[in-house]
């Protein structure tokens, strides 16, 4: 079989919801090592896109294809299983248990080992927790609790608990919503060393944050993509400028 050429191939993706077309016949193309970010106007679709991605939402026509997987066809824990991963804008951290706990019990179950194996298991655990957490710049917090961590760093908790299952396409939506200018800076740099193995997909509304982060730009307007490209291409195209502008 012929290696694909995208990592994620969405075509003619559509849903209807009571006749209202939310997303309509959209296709567009996300390559490997990419940051790709949706932007556009409330309730232009962004959240359903992801949503009928990883499976929350049924489509009504279209294709998502991930590598050589027709993603439409599967059910949600089957899409996570075939690594791509969602955060959604509320993080669904445990409170009560630390930051290494939060990791630990996040790391795929099943990847086989019973028994004697278990000790082995518990090292390559440790390994990857510590791994995570300094991808996310919580390695010197993995003892705390947290509840008692900041805004920001719980965000980054969350990405760390979808990095620890090693997802080739991760999700988020608005990432940066609610953190501080330091912390939006370190998230870009978070999204920037996690990319080496994996692509991201990021729906924000903070334009620097976007012009930071973006290789490519998606603008979506009533359910379809009204402009594409670099920040700079889309930014300087009228029909995103009335979009934004005009009401
Ligand atoms: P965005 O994320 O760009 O703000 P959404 O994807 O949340 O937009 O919503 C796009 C449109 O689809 C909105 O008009 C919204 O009201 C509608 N919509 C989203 N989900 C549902 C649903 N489950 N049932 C009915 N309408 C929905």
Redesign the pocket.
């Known amino acids: 079989q012929m290696a694909p050429d995208f990592l994620l191939a969405v075509e003619g993706l559509t849903v209807s919801?009571?006749g209202?077309k939310?997303?309509d016949d959209l296709s567009f193309y996300v390559d490997e090592n990419e940051i790709r970010v949706i932007i556009?106007?409330?309730?232009?679709?962004?959240?359903?896109?992801l949503?009928l991605i990883c499976g929350r939402?049924r489509a009504t026509a279209g294709s998502v294809r991930f590598k050589n997987t027709e993603l439409t066809r599967l059910k949600e824990y089957e899409i996570v299983r075939a690594g791509v991963g969602r955060k959604f804008q509320n993080p669904s951290i445990y409170d009560d248990l630390t930051v290494f706990e939060n990791l630990e019990i996040s790391y795929p179950r099943g990847r086989g080992v019973v028994g004697a194996l278990t000790f082995k298991r518990d090292a390559a655990v440790k390994e990857r927790v510590q791994e995570v957490a300094e991808t996310i710049f919580l390695a010197d917090h993995l003892n705390q609790r947290a509840e008692y961590l900041s805004h920001g760093q719980k965000q980054w908790l969350e990405i760390g608990m979808l990095l620890i299952q090693d997802p080739e396409l991760l999700m988020l939506d608005e990432p940066v919503a609610g953190m501080s200018v330091a912390e939006r800076k370190k998230t870009a740099e978070l999204l920037n060393r996690i990319i080496k193995d994996r692509s991201v997909i990021v729906?924000e509304h903070d334009m620097k944050f976007v012009e930071d982060i973006a290789h490519k730009v998606t603008v979506?307007h009533q359910?379809k993509i009204l402009s594409e490209g670099t920040m700079a291409k889309v930014q300087s195209d009228p029909k995103v400028v009335e979009v934004y502008l005009g009401h």
């Not at 556009?40 to 896109?49: L, W």
């Open positions: 919801f009571d209202f939310a997303v556009g106007p409330n309730g232009a679709g962004k959240t359903t896109v949503d939402t729906i979506l359910g």
